[in-house]
């Protein structure tokens, strides 16, 4: 039995059929989509504006398969496997987190049950450091930047004190993307180390790879007391499916895992394990980062606009406008752009789009700032 309907029902469907038949008519489809308000290009979070590569999605997709079934254990030791392989060492080395959030939320636990300190660099990223002052009630010592905003390794070493119980390095650091000189790094973790626990973020390690840049995970012994973090948010474009790493000794890492809270997924292990096998994904997401890096930094160079050298896929350039009224501006071009970094609030963290979508990074720029 069919459903009657209302008069009145009737003639709001049918003049809303007639009035799209209408416009379709006047303007064309085409017209239609370009009448619709477009997306504005995300240039805020330091993403991989590709997403997933196709090999990760079928792997993620087969995962669906086995998601009724208790494997996650297997997916986790198996990716395990696979990162100590590629960092030469073994798995006993490796500590599985929930998006390397987690690595850094464990570690600052740690600091703070063991009622220690944490030093961290005054422009950095803040997770740790929100961590271990707000659920942990932990002290944070603060040490300024040098005078080209980097991360001051000699001022870090001299606050060290009897209190001190870690030391936080973004390497290369979030956000202003510039990496620290890897002989003055590995002495200061070298030495360091042996007293208290140096972490070393490596978020951004794939796109620095190259670039006057070294991992620091070959120092991981029993004799160091250091954590290498790492995510497959960044250039493997898993940022949703949150799985990020560790590497340290086997005490640092039988105790990491202790407090792991078991969060993780087997769709998005299953999906990192692929995506750090296809070396080609890498190798293309990292040449598009570099053009689209190109593209913005040739164009800040002609305007005579200061940025810092970046090694990561974002560029830190001072606009000399507050940020947040620089974001309602810039949004206005369709670009959405980073958050503000205290005390430099005339700065502005900018993630790379696809090269071709820079354009209107570099339009916006020119309107906003009037050039």
Known sequence: MKKSISRQQF???????????????????????????????????????????????????????????????????????????????????VSIGFGSREILNKAALMNGIDNGELISPQLTFEAINRYAQNTMKSKVVRVPMDSNLGIDLDAMASAITSKTNMIYVCNPNNPTGLALDSDQLEAFCREVSKKVLVFVDEAYHEYAVGKDYKTMAHLVSPEHKIIISRTASKVHGLAGLRVGYAIANKAIVKRLNSYMNGSLNVVGVRGAIASYSDKNFQAFSIKKNNEALQIVTDH???KGIK????????V?????????????????????????????????????????????????LDEVLSL
């Open 316 to 364: 830190f350039l001072k606009t000399g406008m507050d940020i947040k009224e620089f974001q309602k501006r810039m949004e206005k071009h369709g670009v959405k752009v980073g958050r503000p970094f205290p005390p430099y609030t005339d700065w502005c963290r900018l993630s790379m789009a696809k090269p071709e979508e820079m354009k209107y990074f570099n339009q916006g």
């Open 11 to 93: 003639l709001r469907q049918s003049s809303t059929l007639f009035g799209g038949a209408m416009l379709g008519s006047l303007v064309g489809l085409e017209g239609i989509a370009n009448a619709l308000p477009k997306p504005l290009i995300r240039m805020m979070y330091n993403e991989n504006p590709y997403g997933p590569s196709r090999i990760a999605q079928r792997a993620m997709q087969k995962a669906f398969k086995e998601s009724n079934l208790y494997t996650m254990r297997l997916a986790q030791v198996e990716f395990a496997e696979l990162i100590a392989a590629l960092n030469a060492t073994t798995p006993d080395h």
């Open 307 to 314: 940025y810092l050298p970046s090694h990561t896929n974002f």
């Open 300 to 302: 800040l160079d002609s």
